[in-house]
């Protein structure tokens, strides 16, 4: 059953978020970039969801081919001059074009969790190809000679799915695919299909090899790249002298998270399967164990190597409800092997690290991209029509949307339009969000976000539901439901209910309210590294409402997609309905600016969060932690105290407030973090950002992390090799001025 609430105007259930975010929206909101604009980056490429990178590159240029599911325009390429700043591009098709109602949520059919997936990118014969597989019709091929198109779409049909594409040297393509039993199938120069005789298997069963496999050819060595899920996230190489095999096979990274557990997945009652308007009670989100690496380590993508000669893996990683994002590490090669991370910490990869080498002739840097740093998408939309010559891509033409915003599962083009300034959505029957046709989404963007649109509602008819809300499941909304007209004497009154649902509990809100301009402001606070949103509304624009309570949000295996805004209008009353109008969408990001992130120039403690005290210089010349110096006129207070002396590039030496600076004697687990007094000894860290003024210090000689056992009673020693999932091993810390 489901419980209403009716809650007067003025009065709303749930605690406020505003008072955490309290300034007025920006005209141009900074968004999140890697780039820290020092020489370094810093992981995730993206604070969004991209989901099975395929990375490829055609002379000093890179492109980033990634899945998008059900949403459409489909096919998402991304390109780079540098792998750290990234621009969008191009989409291989703008709807799908099978004739088959499923794709267009027509007569209570949809591809959620379908659609295309796994997509390989590659450069052969003066043109590109984009393979990828959607469900129920097999393989398929885009095709272009220019990247941003127009593509040609070539239908090969045939069960090869999540697959690597070889155009090797003797002309033929080969398709490698499979899960734990590998194959390879020939394919056919026009792309008309696979040449099925042709399919062997590569690797037998029973070699620990997964899936999502990336095939390349390296001084004449086949070298594939792939990612097992059983019994916990791995990332695999094999490589052998011919494509046929036999192949030998290492794991080339492991429990990399970066310090992030696992998301709680939504679980679907057993024995049952997930149906669209399903009662949300009967999901379950449950905790997770925060010290498993389970799948969130950095998995599944491609490597690709710079002008340089240095190598590189763009890999993703199940990054919480944002769904799955983007890293970029390092690649050491060590015995023939392409090891992801950094001599003496191979298997592990640096949060922080400098941005790769891309240079053209005479050493000189790529032209236009020296100092440059941008996010990928323009996230916030007025709707209307401007020119900009920003590489995050505005809308190609007054009738075009920015190439940030997809459709969910095909749109119906004669029920949408953009119109003086606004998106108007025209209302079809739905029985709720999930199947409502024309709704337009985008990915949320972490680690905090905060999301406001303008409505209109004036257009809106008996039955009609127009909002704010997460395309996820569960799914939820806020939004405005048209229940007719109360008479009068000019024709009678507008009757409009503010509402609030929320999926996984069933349970829906519905505040009574006047709206005289048939206007009314939505928001959606977001914190997704913790996974909970909670909506908000406001009558002026001005002062905000919390609607509903704080509602855990999930990653999930059912859509495979992370949560995701949308702009909807649906019919619930199964009318034909009237229209809303939307304006002023604006993302505003309080955490993409880091540049306080490292607290040069500030006297500051540093708490271990394993122990939860802070570390001290022992006057025996050891870093310990220690429960004193909490205390101002504690003698031990100064020895609590610490700053930083910044080398450039993201690198500093650490110093006691006594004079005394941070080095290592010895090696390995033996070497103590002990004090001195000669800075040329001090040792040099690269500073690791892991936000919230928490942090870890990697040694740029030895590539391994300074950390305190929290069990041991063992000094510091600098032989971590990284944070684990909760970030209670010791390694990671939270600065306190």
Avoid at 29 to 45: F, I, K
Avoid at 459 to 464: I, K, Q
Avoid at 568 to 578: E, P
């Amino acid at each position: 059953m489901i419980n209403i609430r009716i809650k007067v105007k003025g009065l709303v259930m749930g605690v406020s978020l505003f008072h955490l975010f309290t300034f007025s929206p920006l005209a141009h909101a900074q968004s999140w970039t890697a780039d820290n604009g020092n020489g370094t980056y810093t992981n995730p490429l993206f604070y969004d969801e991209f989901s099975d990178p395929d990375i490829l590159r055609v002379g000093d240029d890179y492109y980033l081919a990634g899945t998008t599911m059900h949403t459409v325009p489909g096919l998402v390429i991304l390109h780079s001059k540098d792998l750290v700043n990234w621009e969008n591009i191009s989409y291989c098709f703008d709807r799908f074009d099978f004739d088959d109602d499923a794709f267009s949520l027509k007569n209570h059919k949809e591809i959620y969790g379908q659609g295309v997936w796994a997509p390989a990118i590659r450069y052969a014969n003066g043109q590109f190809y984009v393979f990828t597989n959607i469900n129920g019709k097999g393989l398929q091929c885009y095709t272009s000679k220019d990247i941003r198109g127009p593509w040609k779409h070539h239908n090969m049909q045939g069960r090869i799915y999540d697959l690597s594409v070889l155009f090797d040297d003797d002309g033929k393509i080969y398709a490698i695919h499979g899960y734990g039993e590998v194959k390879c199938t020939e394919l056919k120069p026009d792309m008309s299909g696979p040449i099925e005789e042709t399919e062997r298997t590569i690797i037998p069963e029973g070699s620990a090899v997964g899936e999502g496999h990336h095939m390349y050819k390296i001084n004449g060595m086949y070298y594939l790249i792939s990612t097992d899920y059983r019994p916990n996230g791995r990332t695999l190489c094999s490589r052998s002298k011919s494509i046929w095999g036999p192949y030998e096979t290492i794991t080339i990274t492991a429990d990399e998270t970066f310090g992030y557990h696992a998301a709680s997945l939504t679980q679907v009652p057993e024995g049952e399967q997930y149906r669209i308007g399903h009662d949300g009670t009967k999901f379950g989100i449950p905790e997770v164990d925060k010290d498993a690496t389970a799948c969130t380590n950095i998995h599944q993508g491609g490597i690709v190597e710079d002008q340089s000669g240095q190598w590189w893996a763009l890999l993703m990683m199940d990054f919480h409800s944002i769904g799955r994002t983007v890293t970029l590490a390092p690649i050491t090669w060590k015995d023939g092997w392409p090891m992801l991370g950094l001599e003496g910490n191979l298997g592990r990869a640096p949060r922080t690290w400098r941005k790769p080498d891309v240079r053209g002739n005479g050493g000189a840097a790529v032209r236009g991209y020296e100092n440059t740093s941008f996010a990928p998408y323009d996230r916030s939309d007025d709707f209307e029509y401007s020119r900009t010559s920003v590489p995050s891509h505005p809308r190609t033409s007054d009738k075009s949307l920015k190439p940030i915003w997809q459709w969910n599962h095909n749109p119906d083009d004669t029920k949408w339009s953009l119109k003086n300034g606004r998106l108007r959505l025209q209302s079809m029957p739905a029985e709720q969000l999930m199947w409502a046709r024309n709704t337009l989404t985008q990915r949320v963007i972490g680690p905090k976000s905060i999301t406001t649109v303008e409505l209109y509602a004036k257009g809106l008819n008996d039955g009609d539901v127009a909002g704010l809300g997460n395309i996820n499941v569960p799914c939820s909304w806020i939004g405005i439901v048209k229940g007719g007209k109360v008479k009068g004497a000019k024709g009678g009154k507008d009757v409009y209910t503010l509402r609030c649902f929320e999926q996984a509990t069933n349970d829906t809100i519905d505040v009574p309210l006047s709206l005289p301009n048939g206007k009314i402001w939505l928001r959606c606070n977001g914190d997704y590294d913790n996974d909970q949103a909670q909506y908000a509304y406001s009558t002026d624009g001005t002062t905000y409402h919390s609607l509903g309570r704080m509602m855990p949000l999930s990653y999930q295996l059912i859509s495979f997609q992370g949560s995701r805004h949308a702009l909807f209008a649906f019919n619930h009353k199964g009318q034909k309905g009237g229209y809303a109008e939307f304006d002023n969408f604006t993302v505003e990001e309080p955490m993409a600016d880091r540049s306080g992130n490292i607290p040069y120039g500030k006297s500051f403690r540093i708490i271990n969060l394993a122990t939860g005290k802070p570390a001290i210089a022992m006057e025996h010349g050891l870093l310990y932690d220690t429960e004193a110096g909490t205390s101002s006129t504690s003698d031990a207070a100064r020895l609590t105290r610490f700053r930083i002396i910044d080398k450039g590039q993201g690198q500093v030496i650490l110093q006691c407030e006594d004079g005394r600076y941070v080095f290592c004697a010895g090696y390995g687990l033996a070497g103590d973090v002990r004090l001195t007094t000669d800075e040329s000894k001090a040792e040099v860290f690269m500073w690791q950002d892991y936000l919230n003024h928490e942090f870890m210090l990697m040694s740029m000689r030895t590539h391994r992390y300074i950390g305190k056992s929290p069990t041991t009673g063992s000094p510091y020693s600098m032989d971590f090799t990284g944070a684990d999932p909760a970030r209670r091993n010791g390694a990671v810390f939270r600065w306190e001025e």
